[in-house]
């Protein structure tokens, strides 16, 4: 079990600019969900797959992101036209649903700073 | 709607005494419950999860929580802190239905002193 992983660590960008987050789930996970965190808080749900069908989308995610899992393995966030309240930790989370009840593990995480 | 409420931002302890943290839910039906911890610029790690079979859940690092159903709380215990235990912990409810989102409480920041 090698976990979830997450790239980059962290991403310095100037407002404006677009960028792309990849995860990469526990290999036998059907579910991947994102999150984002921002200072002093506590998670909250952006998104998720079962495989790669994107089946909720929270009302944070606005339409400068957009989220794919094209082969129903890895995913990527992007966003598009940052802004300086996109600065947060972007944190992805895999599961395996229908096997028991089985938690999400997550990685650790995206931290982006928007200049 | 479900919701989890951490009822302190900070807890200060000694090394090697007892640690308490507290957490109330909010659920319409019986909830899965959890308690993540995260250090310093890192993922969650679970800690432990309650699925509706024992009350008392025992999981990593010593830690431990009891459902109270009457008292609507998780509150997630240590006999004795470890000064590797300084970290936020997040107590987390699942959200019911096909999403399974997790929804987060504020968190608790637990400090360890020497």
């Known amino acids: 079990d090698t976990g979830v992983s997450q790239d980059p660590r962290h991403k310095i960008t100037k407002r404006g600019q677009n960028v792309t987050f990849r995860c990469d789930p526990i290999s036998e996970h059907n579910r991947l969900y994102w999150y984002r965190q921002t200072l002093g808080q506590g998670p909250e749900f952006l998104t998720y797959?079962?495989?790669?069908?994107?089946?909720?989308k929270s009302r944070l995610l606005s339409d400068r992101f957009s989220a794919e899992r094209p082969k129903g393995s890895f995913s990527t966030l992007e966003i598009q036209r940052t802004e300086q309240g996109d600065s947060a930790m972007y944190l992805c989370?895999?599961?395996?649903?229908?096997?028991?009840?089985?938690?999400?593990?997550f990685g650790d995480g995206t931290r982006l700073s928007i200049l | 709607a479900q919701s989890v409420t951490q009822l302190d931002s900070h807890v200060s302890v000694s090394e090697g005494t007892p640690v308490l943290l507290r957490c109330n839910y909010s659920?319409?039906?019986?909830?899965?419950l959890f308690w993540y911890v995260q250090h310093p610029n890192k993922g969650l790690q679970l800690l432990l999860k309650y699925t509706s079979a024992a009350t008392l859940v025992k999981g990593i690092n010593g830690f431990e929580a009891e459902f109270k159903k009457s008292e609507t709380s998780f509150h997630l215990t240590k006999p004795s802190a470890h000064m590797s235990d300084a970290a936020e912990y997040f107590c987390v409810v699942r959200d019911g239905g096909a999403t399974n989102k997790l929804i987060f409480g504020t968190g608790t920041l637990l400090a360890v002193q020497p």
């Open positions: 989370a895999s599961s395996l649903v229908g096997v028991g009840n089985q938690p999400q593990h």
């Open positions: 797959f079962q495989n790669e069908a994107q089946l909720e």
């Open positions: 659920s319409s039906y019986s909830p899965s």
